[in-house]
Antibody
Framework: EVQLVESGGGLVQPGRSLRLSCEAS????????MEWVRQAPGKGLEWVSG????????AYADSVKGRFTISRDNAKNSLYLQMNSLRPEDTALYYC?????????????WGQGTMVTVSS | AIQMTQSPSSLSASVGDRVTITCRAS??????LGWYQQKPGKAPKLLIY???SLHSGVPPRFSGSGSGTDFTLTISSLQAEDFATYYC?????????FGQGTKVEI
């Protein structure tokens, strides 16, 4: 079964760190770029970060640049998001998604999301 | 960053109605645009990629059109299961940007 499973979310105080993981199965993980997308409660989708298939390039939204770091381990079929200096406005459901080059870089596989709550 | 302006933000429709949602990019993005459907409590699902290509398994009542800066998602005959929020996403360049979303309500 093709799937992405996120983990690592939780309640964290402002200024602290959290590391999200996303484990892939059922497809060739190192063929495509991977992305993180978040959704604050009751709000729309916000792209957060992306990484190329070979870790050669990364990109970040301005809202997280300098605080978040995306990485991947193709041997473990896993994607990560290291989140430092967390702020209350980072509170959201975080999804990982595959950006599939065969589909013109559309996001065709999504996980179920992991919730991050930043609050004192 | 490229801004994606989606309209309307919400609409009310009935089963059988034809529904049109538009997305405008702040600069040309060729046909590098996808449309996604999200139901409450669920992850988004890809409907359309490359502006007009129907993703596998998506009913043909969904269609997309446009290129450059103006794009449209059309649902030819709205079904009960189509009540959801729809987003456009440009994959022309980083940072990727979503439209604000369109909630389709009964």
């Amino acid at each position: 079964e093709v799937q992405l499973v996120e983990s690592g979310g939780g309640l964290v105080q402002p200024g602290r760190s959290l590391r999200l993981s996303c484990e892939a199965s059922g497809f060739i993980f190192d063929d495509d770029a991977m992305e993180w997308v978040r959704q604050a409660p009751g709000k729309g989708l916000e792209w957060v970060s992306g990484i190329s298939w070979n870790r050669g390039s990364t990109a970040y939204a301005d809202s997280v640049k300098g605080r978040f770091t995306i990485s991947r381990d193709n041997a473990k079929n896993s994607l990560y998001l290291q989140m430092n200096s967390l702020r209350p406005e980072d509170t959201a459901l975080y999804y990982c998604a595959r950006q599939h080059k065969v589909l013109h870089d559309a996001f065709d596989i999504w996980g179920q999301g992991t919730m991050v709550t930043v609050s004192s | 960053a490229i801004q994606m302006t989606q309209s309307p933000s919400s609409l009310s429709a009935s089963v059988g109605d034809r529904v049109t949602i538009t997305c405008r990019a702040s600069q040309g993005i060729r046909n590098d645009l996808g449309w996604y459907q999200q139901k409450p409590g669920k992850a988004p699902k890809l409907l359309i990629y490359a502006a007009s290509s129907l993703h596998s398994g998506v009913p043909p009542r969904f269609s997309g059109s446009g290129s450059g800066t103006d794009f449209t998602l059309t649902i030819s005959s709205l079904q009960a299961e189509d009540f959801a929020t729809y987003y456009c996403l440009q994959d022309y360049t980083y940072p990727r940007t979503f439209g604000q979303g369109t909630k389709v309500e009964i």
